[in-house]
């Protein structure tokens, strides 16, 4: 398994930005595909972004197409997930995850994660 720290989150105004990051470690990270998902008071986790172990493919939920992008910088076992135009909807605590299975199974509720982290809270005020 790979351990995952996540950092960033914190309140943001609607149509604010934010930036999480996602050390890993433990592993041969480019060994795995990373993504990041999210889970809302009363609601299940749900898939937010995933990319691939070298990041060529990279994967979206539709509600934060256009708004967010997930990186990565495998020199640095670091992954990112740029949030711009924040909505009060995507308040929720975030999670990164991490698995060798191919980032292209992400989207569809994968039970297959490995390994995630402890998980980050992300406030947007309307």
């Known amino acids: 398994q790979v351990q995952l720290v996540e950092s960033g989150g914190g309140l943001v105004q609607a149509g604010g930005s934010l930036r999480l990051s996602c050390a890993a470690s433990?592993?041969?990270?480019?060994?795995?595909?990373m993504g990041w998902f999210r889970q809302a008071p009363g609601k299940e986790r749900e898939f937010v972004a995933a990319?691939?172990?070298?990041?060529?493919?990279?994967y979206y939920a539709d509600s934060v197409k256009g708004r967010f992008t997930i990186s990565r910088g495998n020199a640095k076992n670091m992954v990112y997930l740029q949030m711009n135009t924040l909505k009060p909807e995507d308040t929720a605590v975030y999670y990164c995850?991490?698995?060798?299975?191919?980032?292209?199974?992400?989207?569809?509720?994968?039970?297959?994660?490995?390994?995630w982290g402890q998980g980050t809270q992300v406030t947007v005020s309307s």
């Open positions: 433990g592993r041969t990270f480019r060994d795995y595909a």
């Open positions: 990319i691939s172990w070298n990041g060529g493919s990279t």
């Open positions: 995850a991490a698995d060798p299975t191919s980032a292209s199974s992400w989207p569809n509720k994968p039970t297959f994660i490995g390994s």
